[in-house]
């Protein structure tokens, strides 16, 4: 599968980064899940570049975490995509220096760990998982007080590196 163009409207960007560092990611992110067909799988991730992966990848991170943190992203099936790849390494290169030691550190606590957070469950089993795994607590909290950080290092970047996010057209 050949990587697409992804294009986004100089005009749309110039409203998200109005609106605020989310937005303008928002918009990136939008643009490559619709050049995927709406979720990233192994047979689509051809389509989008490392860079493109890396903003996606955050994203799907950042939801999880902000929403039941490392262990739901873990439960709901996305560590090997955020733990057994370059993602901590291409946060560190855009600029995410501690995030990039934070996500080492869930790596270390998700091969640990990573055959009790997989398993299917029940609704219950899972919050269970919570009070078995008190580790990843503190990971949770250094995560959601740093990501309003992370996201403008993140649109820092981006905005410094447009070409390798998208092609930027004028309508």
Do not use: W
């Not at 995410?96 to 640990?112: P, T």
């Amino acid at each position: 599968m050949e990587q697409k163009t992804i294009t986004v409207s100089d005009a749309r960007l110039r409203e998200a980064a109005t609106q605020g560092m989310d937005e303008f990611l928002q918009v990136f992110v939008d643009c490559y899940k619709e050049a995927i067909g709406g979720e990233l799988n192994a047979e689509n991730m051809g389509l989008l570049n490392g860079e493109q992966i890396s903003l996606l990848a955050y994203f799907i991170f950042r939801d999880e975490v902000m929403d039941g943190g490392f262990i739901q992203l873990i439960h709901n099936g996305y560590g090997p995509f955020i733990f057994d790849n370059p993602f901590a390494k291409a946060m560190r290169l855009m600029g995410a220096h501690d995030f990039s030691k934070l996500v080492y550190k869930g790596k270390r606590l998700y091969d640990k760990y990573r055959a009790e957070l997989t398993k299917e469950c029940s609704d219950e089993d899972f919050m269970a998982l919570f009070e078995r795994y008190p580790e990843f607590d503190e990971l949770d909290d250094e995560f959601v007080e740093a990501e309003e950080e992370i996201t403008e290092t993140l649109a820092h970047y981006v905005d410094e590196h447009l070409g390798q996010f998208a092609e930027v057209v004028k309508e």
